[in-house]
C-alpha cells in the first residue's frame, strides 16, 4: 500500500487517452483571510490545513450539478440576465441555517456560456448570487451528464440493468472517464473558496459521487457531507457496476452521508460489506461505518418542501381564479391528480391501466371520476422516453374511447409546460392524487398535495363560505417503491405492479367517509408541516458537525493511489516503532517480558502453511534464549498444534487458547484454568444447528472453547445469523460460567476469565513476585483479543506493584484505531524488529553469521 504525498493523478487506474481538461479560470480570488492579503494558492501540500483560517462569518458551501439559478440572453443586446429559481431545493434549504451564514453555491449553469464571456459570467454570479459556475466542455458535459450519468447511473439505481441494448446502454469506459473529469473540475472549483478549517461543504446526489475522493485528497479534515437524492440499489444490483468500488470508496471519503429511506441506507450499507469488508454499527441511535480510523456517519432523513414557497402560490390571485375554472370545469365530478415526469420508472402507463380497470370493475363511476395527468417535461431524451411517451398516449386515448362520451372525457392528459400556479389549483381541488412510481428516490409530489389541500383563508374566502366551514381532507395513494412512502403512514400504499390492487386503492380513496380523510389529512399535514426542507438541512447539518468535530484531536494522513485514496486518521500519540528505537531501550534493560500473537503477527494471515518458518523460529529461540528475557506466544490456537511447531525453542513459554492452557517453557508442564466445561454439550448442538442451516459455515472445536465460523458464508446471510446464534447462546447459557464473543467472522463461546489479557497478568505478576519485576516489556498483536493484553499492560505498569515503571512497548500490527501507542505495518515489520532485538540478545544467536545472511535473504 503506497503513501500518497504526491500529486499524481486520480485518473491512473483508467485506461486509454483522457479528454483533455482545460485549466479552471483562476481570475476569481480564493479567499480574504488576512485584510489587505487575498490569496490565489493552493497553500502546501500536507493535507492538514491548507487555508489560512478566516475571521468571516459562518459559511456552507453547497456542491450540485446544477446552480439554482435562471439564466437567459436577451436576443436584442446579446447580455445575460440571471435569478434564483425559487423552486430550486438548494436555494430552499438555505432557510434552515442561521441568518449570519454564508451559503456559496457551486454548480453548471442549465445554459452554455462562450468560453470568451465565462471569467465576466463567473464574476458576477460570484458577486451577485454568491454562485460559483463550473464551465463544463462542451463534450465532457455531454459524456458526464447524458451518458455515465443518464444511461447508466440512473438507471442502475433505479434497478435496470442493460441486459441487452434495448434495454440501457452498457458500460462505457469513456462516460466514466468524463464522469471523473467532470468531478475533477467540480473539485478545483470548490478548491479556489474553501477555507478548509471553518467552512462545511454539503455534496449533492449521483453526478458528484468521487468528488470527495478529490477534496479528501486535497484537504485531510475536510467537512464534508454528502447526501443523494436517488434510491440506492441492493448490492446485487449495484455489484453489477464496473466501477463499484472506485464509487463507494469516494462516498467513504465524507463525514456524514445521507439518504432518504433506511432501505437506501441499509443496501449502501449491505455493498460497504460485501464488497469492502466494512462493518457498521450504531451508538446512540446513530449508524457510523469505521473507515481506516474515521467513522462515517450515515444519516436517514427524507427531504422535506418548502411551506412558504407553497403557501405564496396558494394565495395568487391567478391560483384563485385557476381553481374557480377547474371547479366549473368539473362540477359533479371527482378529480384524482398524477403529477409526474415523462420517464419509464414513473409508472404513467401503469397509472393508467389501473385507472382503466377502475371504470371496467365499477360502471357506477362513469362519469363521475376524471383522472387529470400533468406530464413534466423528460429531463432526458432517448428512445426509452419516446415508448413512455408513446404508450401514455395510447392508452389515454383507449380509455377515453371506451368509458368517455361528449361531455365527460374520463384522463386528460396535460403535457405541456405547466405553471405553478396551475398545478397547486389542481391539487388544491383533486380529492385525491395517485403516485404510482415503479422506483423514485423521494417524489414530493404528495407533500406538495397535502399543503395545498390544507388551503389557506385567502383562498377560502376567495371560494366562499362553503369552503371555509367545510374540513380539509386528501387521500393519497402511492407506490411502496418510492421515499416518501414510509413518511406517509395514513396513505394507500401499493404495488404499482398490481394494476388490480391500484385499482382497488383508487375505489377506496375516493369512496372513503369525509370523517377518515379529515383525520388522514390532519396527520399527513402536521408531518410535512414540521418536516419541512428547513428542517431537513438544519438537522443534515448539525450531524456534519457533530461527525466532524474529532478531525483536529487525531492525526491524519493518505494512503492510496487513484480513486482508492483515503485518510488514515489515528490518535495523535500513536507512531510507527521505530527499530532503532526500541532496541536501544532492549539494550539497556535487564529483566525483560515480550508477548507475542501468532497468527497475523508472526505467520501472515494469507499464509497458506500455518507453521512457522524455520527464520522464525530461530528469532524466537535467539530471543527466548536470553536469561534477561521472559518470551510468550499468547494465541487463540490450540495447544498440540503450538506446542508441535514451537518444540525447537526450549525456552519459550505458549498461551494456547488465549491463556486457558499455559506453559512457561518446553520442559514444564501445562498449566491450565479450573473452569467447568459442561456448558459445551449445550453449545455444540445448537452451532450444529446453525451449520446446518448457513451453507459455507462451520465449527471449530478447542479443548476449552467452540467456534463458529461464517466466513465463507454469504456476508448478508452469515452476519444475520451469528447475531441470531449469539443471541440465543446468551439467552441458553445466561446461568452459565461461559461468555459469548462475536469476532471478525466468528461467534466463540469459551470459558469465563478466559483473555489474552488475564494472561499478561498473570505473567507479569509472577514475575513480580519471583522478585524480578520487568524493566522492559513488549507486546505486539493484530486484533481484537489482542487489545485486551494491551490494555491490561498498560494498567498492571501504572499500578502500584512495580515500584519503577518500565519501558512499555504495545504495538499493534496495522495502521488501525488501537489501545496500543505503537503500530507496525505487516508481519515483514514484525519480523524486521526481532531480527534487531535477537541480534542485540545475549546470548547471540548460534551461528551468528549464518542467522545474518538468512535473515538479510528472507527480508
Not at 453548471?108 to 464571456?117: F, G, N
Not at 391500484?502 to 375505489?507: C, F, I, K, W
Not at 488465549?658 to 512457561?664: P, Q, S, V
Not at 505486539?780 to 490494555?791: K, P, T, Y
Amino acid at each position: 500500500m503506497m503513501v500518497s504525498r504526491s500529486g499524481s493523478s486520480f485518473l491512473d487506474f483508467t485506461s486509454g487517452e483522457l479528454p483533455r481538461i482545460p485549466q479552471t479560470p483562476r481570475a476569481l480570488p480564493r479567499l480574504m483571510s488576512v485584510p489587505g492579503i487575498i490569496s490565489d494558492s493552493y497553500g502546501g501540500n500536507d493535507g492538514d490545513s491548507d487555508g489560512t483560517s478566516s475571521v468571516c462569518r459562518e459559511r456552507k458551501i453547497i456542491v450540485a450539478n446544477m446552480l439554482p439559478l435562471h439564466a437567459r440572453r436577451d436576443s436584442e443586446t446579446a447580455k445575460w440576465s440571471f435569478n434564483f429559481d425559487e423552486d430550486s431545493l438548494l436555494l430552499q434549504l438555505k432557510d434552515g441555517f442561521s441568518p449570519d451564514t454564508e451559503v456559496i453555491y457551486v454548480g453548471s449553469l442549465k445554459v452554455e456560456v462562450e468560453a470568451s464571456e465565462q471569467e465576466e459570467v463567473a464574476q458576477r454570479l460570484l458577486d451577485e448570487f454568491k454562485c460559483l459556475p463550473t464551465f463544463l466542455p462542451l463534450d465532457i458535459q455531454k459524456r458526464f451528464y447524458h451518458g455515465f450519468c443518464k444511461q447508466q447511473l440512473w438507471p442502475l439505481f433505479h434497478y435496470m440493468l442493460p441486459i441487452c441494448p434495448d434495454h440501457g446502454d452498457r458500460f462505457d469506459r469513456q462516460l466514466w472517464q468524463a464522469y471523473v473529469c467532470a468531478n475533477k473540475l467540480f473539485a478545483d472549483k470548490v478548491m479556489e473558496v474553501v477555507n478548509p478549517d471553518d467552512d462545511f461543504i454539503w455534496v449533492h446526489d449521483y453526478h458528484l459521487m468521487i468528488l470527495p475522493t478529490f477534496l479528501r485528497k486535497r484537504y485531510h479534515r475536510v467537512k464534508l457531507g454528502f447526501f443523494l437524492h436517488s434510491p440506492f440499489p441492493s448490492s446485487e444490483i449495484y455489484r453489477t457496476l464496473p466501477v463499484r468500488d472506485e464509487i463507494l470508496k469516494g462516498l467513504l471519503n465524507s463525514d456524514l452521508i445521507g439518504f432518504h429511506t433506511f432501505d437506501y441506507a441499509r443496501h449502501f450499507l449491505s455493498c460497504c460489506s460485501r464488497m469492502l469488508g466494512l462493518d457498521y454499527e450504531s451508538k446512540r441511535g446513530h449508524i457510523g461505518l469505521e473507515y481506516f480510523g474515521r467513522t462515517v456517519y450515515i444519516k436517514i432523513l427524507p427531504v422535506g418542501v418548502h411551506m412558504g414557497r407553497l403557501e405564496s402560490v396558494l394565495n395568487l390571485p391567478s391560483t384563485f381564479e385557476k381553481v374557480k375554472e377547474i371547479q366549473d370545469q368539473f362540477h359533479g365530478k371527482k378529480l384524482i391528480i398524477g403529477v409526474d415526469d415523462m420517464d419509464i420508472f414513473k409508472g404513467i402507463s401503469l397509472k393508467l391501466l389501473a385507472f382503466e380497470q377502475l371504470l371496467q370493475q365499477h360502471p357506477s363511476l362513469h362519469g363521475k371520476v376524471v383522472l387529470v395527468q400533468i406530464v413534466n417535461p423528460a429531463r432526458s431524451s432517448g428512445k426509452d422516453v419516446q415508448e413512455a411517451k408513446k404508450e401514455t398516449y395510447s392508452t389515454a386515448r383507449r380509455i377515453n374511447e371506451a368509458y368517455g362520451y361528449p361531455g365527460y372525457e374520463p384522463v386528460i392528459v396535460i403535457d405541456r409546460p405547466v405553471a405553478r400556479f396551475e398545478k397547486t389549483a389542481y391539487y388544491a381541488m383533486a380529492e385525491c392524487c395517485i403516485v404510482n412510481a415503479v422506483r423514485d428516490g423521494m417524489n414530493l409530489v404528495p407533500y406538495k398535495y397535502i399543503v395545498c389541500r390544507q388551503g389557506s383563508p385567502s383562498m377560502d374566502e376567495a371560494l366562499g363560505s362553503a369552503k371555509m366551514e367545510s374540513p380539509r381532507t386528501s387521500m393519497l395513494v402511492v407506490s411502496e417503491f418510492i421515499g416518501c412512502s414510509p413518511s406517509l403512514s395514513g396513505a394507500i400504499r401499493v404495488n404499482p405492479w398490481d394494476i388490480e390492487a391500484v385499482a382497488e386503492a383508487l375505489n377506496t380513496a375516493i369512496s372513503m367517509s369525509e370523517s377518515e380523510k379529515q383525520l388522514r389529512h390532519e396527520k399527513h399535514y402536521r408531518y410535512v408541516s414540521s418536516h419541512d426542507v428547513a428542517y431537513w438541512a438544519r438537522s443534515f447539518l448539525q450531524d456534519l458537525e457533530r461527525a466532524s468535530k474529532d478531525h483536529y484531536n487525531k492525526r491524519s494522513w493518505g494512503i492510496g493511489l487513484g480513486l482508492g485514496f483515503r485518510v488514515i486518521s489515528l490518535s495523535p500519540s500513536f507512531r510507527k516503532l521505530s527499530n532503532e528505537h526500541i532496541v536501544s531501550s532492549y539494550k539497556q534493560t535487564n529483566r525483560r517480558a515480550i508477548f507475542l500473537d501468532y497468527d497475523g503477527t508472526i505467520v501472515p494471515h494469507s499464509s497458506i502453511i500455518e507453521a512457522p518458518s524455520p527464520d522464525v523460529i530461530a528469532l524466537l529461540d535467539a530471543l527466548s534464549s536470553d536469561p534477561r528475557n521472559t518470551v510468550f506466544i499468547v494465541s487463540g490456537r490450540g495447544r498440540t498444534s503450538l506446542g508441535e511447531w514451537l518444540s525447537p525453542c526450549n525456552n519459550l513459554g505458549i498461551a494456547a487458547e488465549h491463556g486457558y492452557f499455559l506453559r512457561w517453557n518446553k520442559s514444564s508442564d501445562w498449566e491450565s484454568l479450573a473452569a467447568n466445561l459442561d456448558w459445551k454439550e449445550i453449545v455444540e448442538p445448537i452451532m450444529k444447528l446453525y451449520t446446518e442451516a448457513t451453507d459455507g459455515s462451520s465449527i471449530e472445536t478447542k479443548e476449552s472453547a467452540l467456534v463458529w465460523h461464517h466466513q465463507e458464508a454469504g456476508p448478508d446471510f452469515g452476519s444475520c445469523q451469528a447475531k441470531e446464534l449469539l443471541d440465543h447462546l446468551e439467552n441458553v447459557l445466561a446461568n452459565e460460567p461461559a461468555v459469548v464473543k462475536r469476532g471478525q467472522h466468528i461467534v466463540e463461546v469459551k470459558p469465563q476469565g478466559v483473555t489474552k489479557g488475564l494472561v499478561a497478568e498473570k505473567i507479569l505478576s509472577m514475575l513480580v513476585n519471583q522478585g524480578k519485576p520487568p524493566d522492559f516489556v513488549m507486546c505486539i498483536g493484530d486484533d481484537r483479543s489482542d487489545e485486551d493484553m494491551f490494555e491490561s499492560i498498560l494498567t498492571i505498569v501504572s499500578g502500584p506493584s512495580l515500584l519503577s515503571a518500565p519501558e512499555i512497548f504495545a504495538c499493534t500490527v496495522g495502521q488501525k484505531p488501537s489501545k496500543a501507542k505503537y503500530y507496525l505495518d505487516d508481519t515483514v515489520d514484525v519480523l524486521r524488529l526481532l531480527k534487531g532485538l535477537a541480534t542485540a540478545s545475549t546470548p547471540k544467536p548460534r551461528n551468528t553469521a549464518e542467522f545474518q545472511v538468512a535473515f538479510d535473504n528472507f527480508f
